[in-house]
């Protein structure tokens, strides 16, 4: 049998799982799920953890089955080394992973230092402001007199139209007069409140405005994300990983590519030294056994 890096790619892609009709949900607790997943990448040859954290046990466990199922092992040297090219398959798809992960973050660093980029952050922030204040200012009961509640609830919209103000009023979709409407409702309010005394009337306009202004910051921030989705699809085919860390993964995937070719030259070797290398039910049914006995449940 002779098997290149495309034939390698496609047996882990199509293979089919020995487990496919189970229907246990496994462990529910966090200790067990631990347990599971220590004891679910365990076999008898290398007896140490594979996984890394994020990724799951059960995914793992069904790429084992399905590559004994279709390379069907017909002695225990044999199912060995299948083991060990399960082992190889299931890095090489977590390096394409990693090498994912670092171009997404590479698109989200470049996409970081455009002005569509330096503009969404604050956005976000001063939507955030101004929801927690009217969160704060719409809370039930309402304050009906001057005090300590009706102080906090001041602060906290004063403070998130400042952020307004020092953040976003550049953008020409927030209109000025909507923020200047907010401060001359605030002063009125504390002015009240130094004084001892407590406007509905003013309450409810500055609740108004302040709510109008949000509706504002959220059609600046959806109109924000639009442009940084679009920006982030150009950015895509320029963001490549550093040299030096596409290097690491060169370096990686060829030693990866490198031991599943001589493991599965040796298996090769094996099934032509073996009286007969058909693989037939009986042999699937072989495979089956070899692959529970590398399974250690401990």
Known sequence: MVMDIADIKNLAANVKTLTAGAKSTGPKTETGKLRCAVNAVKHGLA???LLLPGEEAQEY???LDGIFSSMAPKNDAEAEIVALVA???WKLGRLARIEKGLTLGRVEELLAQ??????SEPVTRAITAVGTALMCWTREPTPSEAGEELGRRIKAISQAVAIVEATVLEVPAV???LVEQCDDLIAKLQTDQHHG???PDIYMKLGEAARTLMGVLLDVGHAEAAAQDELRAAVASIALPNKEELAKLAKYRAMLETSLQRRLAALDQMRKLSASSAIGEAAVDKAKEYRVKLRVVA
Do not use: I, V, Y
């Open 47 to 49: 007896g140490k953890n």
């Open 61 to 63: 466990e069904n790429k």
């Open 87 to 89: 082992d190889d398959l």
């Open 114 to 119: 455009t002005s569509t980029g330096e503009r």
């Open 175 to 177: 209109p000025a007069e």
């Open 197 to 199: 005394r407590f406007s």
